[in-house]
């Protein structure tokens, strides 16, 4: 018993004494280079760059690449940590850091994510201890007069398809011709060359226009055209002998046929980026003093499909002759009743000057409300209720086109009153766009208003919808249509529509087997304008002209 007590006791004096030194080495005060590391990464982590270059040996050339760091890392977000400190001796240590660099949100197998542990030494010096700075505290293989940057990396560009297969659209490097006047001693002088040089691709920019473009922006460089790869290498000489001539290469994404032009074309350019962006992937890379870049982390994301556009070149080429066939401004729409594809959209210099009326600009109904107010009456349902039957004041968000095709009296659609359209007065209070015509077109042909879509199987999402057409009310609204393209004048007979009028502005909504769409003319010059160049529409989608 005696022995056993006196080993209880033993093995309690050794409990306390093992306790005694975990105590003193818990409770041991962090070392003055250890909570100076502590500093200098939490600077880091709230991108204070005076504070973390301060901490270190050579502050000035600490904040010139700590500053870099951080402007080409983009949009990583970092949080750090000491992992470990080693006290050397009583004049210097060294220490590791450990770094989580995040870019976003994770997209499968890639968790966005660059983890990276470093190494440094502390001195302690006549000012007391310090961060030795070396740039490779930051990342690996970081350099003095190098540098560390974040990164896009992108698959082969996808191309945009027509509505058969057809490339029509593909990324290229576009030749972007600037000026700067602060370059030039002669502004008059160059300018005069220039538009010398771009007539044959740009005969509408002048010495003039030029001019003015410097005139609204004092002191900034103005771009005065763009140019395909093919017209940039027959002018490039000419250009770079301009003073104050300024060329850059840019990648675009452009029509492979430059006679197309259209406010889809750049709906269908947001698509493709919107795409691209989706599937980027990315890299942070170090760069020596000679350029020379080393990946240290990075995912290549999948390469983007291909873009099936709904465009049909032909009819848009058919659309863009007629619409620019008068003086002023003039707009037409064309789509599937079948599908909701929006097959062509045109509109001449003067209502491009408008923006994207085709799509956006709304006008007085004028005679059509007498339609829409029939058609309620025989249904017995309210205006607006049969307005929505034939897709007006429906809102339909199509992926990368912005589009409105009515406002209704009975209060703005949804997207009107997002975008805060305006409604120019008339009777009823009812406005229109030359795509809500279409629509109402492909509705009647259809009987119920389809989704539209610029980009093949992808349509719009549909809020307010209204329900079908009665088919008695339909029966007759056909015969209307069928009857009134005949009196109009429109000469083909397999086209049925309707012609309308607001003040001056001349309109026709038509069908043609599975084509539904919408002549809209703005200060007609006669009666018969609409119906006119309905029957050039027809002419040049059956024998387009060269």
Do not use: C, H
Not at 156 to 175: C, H, I, K, T, W
């Amino acid at each position: 018993m005696v022995l056993r007590s006196r080993y209880v006791v033993a093995l309690l004096a050794v409990f306390v004494s093992l306790a005694t030194a975990a105590s003193f080495v818990v409770n041991k005060p962090r070392s003055e280079a250890a909570v100076l590391v502590d500093r200098f990464v939490a600077a880091l982590d709230q991108r204070d760059v005076a504070a973390a270059a301060a901490l270190t040996s050579y502050p000035n050339a600490a904040a010139q690449t700590i500053g870099a760091m951080f402007d080409s890392m983009g949009p990583g977000v970092s949080t750090s940590r000491m992992s470990q400190y080693i006290g050397l001796d009583d004049e210097s240590g060294f220490f590791t850091v450990d770094s989580t660099w995040s870019f976003g949100e994770p997209r499968g197998q890639d968790t966005r994510e660059w983890r990276v542990t470093t190494q440094g030494s502390t001195r302690k010096l006549g000012v007391g201890w310090r961060i030795s700075w070396d740039p490779s505290i930051l990342a690996p293989e970081l350099r003095a007069g190098g540098s560390v940057r974040y990164a896009r990396t992108d698959a082969p560009a996808p191309r945009v398809l027509d509505a058969s297969g057809a490339v029509m659209m593909a990324e290229q490097n576009v030749a972007s011709v600037r000026l700067d006047p602060s370059a030039t001693s002669d502004l008059a002088d160059t300018t005069s060359r220039l538009a010398d040089v771009i007539d044959v691709v740009a005969p509408l920019i002048t010495s003039e226009s030029l001019q003015a473009d410097v005139a609204a922006d004092p002191g900034a460089v103005i771009t005065a055209v763009n140019l395909r790869a093919d017209d940039y290498a027959v002018l490039e000489d000419d250009l770079r002998a301009i003073p104050g001539v300024v060329l850059y290469a840019e990648p675009k994404l452009i029509t492979g046929d430059r006679r197309l032009t259209s406010p889809v074309l750049d709906s269908l350019r947001t698509v493709w980026q919107d795409s691209r962006d989706a599937t980027a992937g990315w890299a942070v890379e170090v760069a020596d003093t000679d350029g020379e870049t080393t990946r240290l982390a990075g995912f290549q994301g999948p390469g983007s499909p291909d873009i099936t556009s709904t465009l049909d070149p032909a009819v848009q080429l058919a659309a863009e002759t007629a619409a620019v066939s008068v003086g002023t401004p003039a707009s037409i729409v064309v789509m599937k009743p079948s599908t909701g594809a929006v097959v062509a959209t045109a509109q001449n210099s003067y209502a491009n000057d408008e923006g994207t009326p085709a799509f956006t600009g709304l006008y007085p109904a004028g005679t059509l409300v007498d339609v829409i107010e029939a058609s309620a009456d025989r249904q017995k349902i309210g205006f607006s209720d049969a307005a929505r039957q034939f897709g007006l004041g429906t809102s339909f968000d199509i992926p990368g086109l912005d589009a409105v095709t009515a406002s209704l009296p009975d209060g703005q659609s949804a997207v009107d009153q997002f975008r805060g359209v305006s409604r120019t007065s008339s009777a009823s209070g009812m406005t229109v766009t030359p795509f809500g015509l279409a629509e109402m077109a492909a509705s009647v042909a259809r009987g119920s208003a389809p989704a539209p879509m610029i980009v093949g199987g992808v349509p719009a999402t549909v809020s307010g919808a209204g329900s079908p057409v009665a088919p008695a009310v339909l029966t007759s609204l056909r015969n209307t249509l069928r009857d009134n393209a005949r009196s109009e004048g429109v000469s083909d007979p397999s086209v049925t529509g309707l012609a309308g009028d607001n003040g001056d502005d001349r309109w026709f909504l038509g069908t043609k087997g599975d084509l539904a769409f919408a002549v809209y003319i703005e200060d007609a010059d006669g009666t018969d304008a609409a119906a006119r160049m309905t029957n050039m529409l027809m002419r040049e989608m059956a024998s387009p002209s060269e």
